[in-house]
């Protein structure tokens, strides 16, 4: 069965940075494309960024010129956020999927989501 798990998550101070990883055991599967999202309490599920499997990548607004997404390998997703913001406080979970269905920064695109991974910002 495909796992997800991200680590990394912590508390920083406003314009500090954090670094998440998620790696992925696959099961075999070929994911099209692999994406960070939060979710703060009380909040919808929030896409924050996504990289599919030729290194293309989209970003929310809200954090593009802060956030990198990359991916190392097939099994590896990170996430540099820098210049943080109490308004990223949430907690981050890595999604994958192999349909290639165009949509861009849509939640309801992914089938595989990990626990996530807390990440606070303090001022």
């Known amino acids: 069965r495909v796992v997800l798990e991200e680590s990394g998550g912590g508390s920083v101070q406003a314009g500090g940075s954090l670094n998440l990883s998620c790696v992925a055991s696959?099961?075999?599967?070929?994911?099209?494309?692999m994406g960070w999202f939060r979710q703060a309490p009380g909040m919808e599920r929030q896409a924050v960024a996504e990289?599919?499997?030729?290194?293309?990548t989209n970003y929310a607004d809200s954090v593009k010129g802060r956030f990198v997404i990359s991916q190392a390998d097939p099994d590896t997703l990170y996430l540099e956020m820098n210049s943080l913001q109490l308004a990223d406080t949430a907690t981050y979970s890595c999604?994958?999927?192999?349909?290639?269905?165009?949509?861009?920064?849509?939640?309801?695109?992914?089938?595989?989501w990990g626990q996530g991974t807390q990440v606070t910002v303090s001022s």
């Open positions: 999604a994958a999927r192999e349909s290639r269905f165009p949509v861009v920064l849509h939640p309801g695109a992914y089938t595989y």
């Open positions: 696959r099961d075999g599967r070929t994911f099209y494309q």
């Open positions: 990289i599919d499997m030729y290194g293309r």
